[in-house]
């Protein structure tokens, strides 16, 4: 399992370093408004029904879970790395695979998504 982020209300935690200035007060008001904890809940809420109903499916994919909850896709897609960061869930590696020749972990896809899986 990944360490978990310290100080998860840091908008560099939901940008990228190469992101424009803009990308970074926007990263601020989603924080500071409540937006970004309401997605999350909801994008987890989501998980927890799909991953514990009778024959749920116990890994997904941002696109599955777009489907199966009618949320938008790349709002879901931009929750999930949040909530790896929380420890909640995680992504799967590739068995047998340890890491890719660049040295970064080999993560198991699905229809081109990378596939996740609630942290036990």
């Given at each position: 399992m990944?360490?978990?982020a310290t100080n998860l209300f840091e908008p560099k935690l939901i940008t990228h370093k190469q992101d424009p200035e803009?990308?970074?007060a926007a990263a601020g008001k989603m924080i500071k408004s409540g937006a970004l904890s309401r997605q999350e809940k909801i994008v987890w809420y989501?998980?927890?029904?799909?991953t514990h109903s009778p024959g749920?499916?116990?890994t997904f994919t941002a696109k599955e879970l777009s489907i199966w909850a009618g949320l938008n896709y790349h709002t879901i897609q931009r929750r999930l790395s949040g909530l790896c960061l929380k420890g909640k869930i995680e992504r799967i590696q590739i068995e047998g695979i340890e890491t890719h020749p660049k040295g970064?972990?080999?993560?198991?896809k699905r229809d081109g998504c990378c596939v996740w899986q609630i942290v036990r």
């Open positions: 990944k360490p978990q803009t990308s970074f989501e998980i927890e029904i799909q749920g499916n116990c970064k972990p080999v993560y198991k």
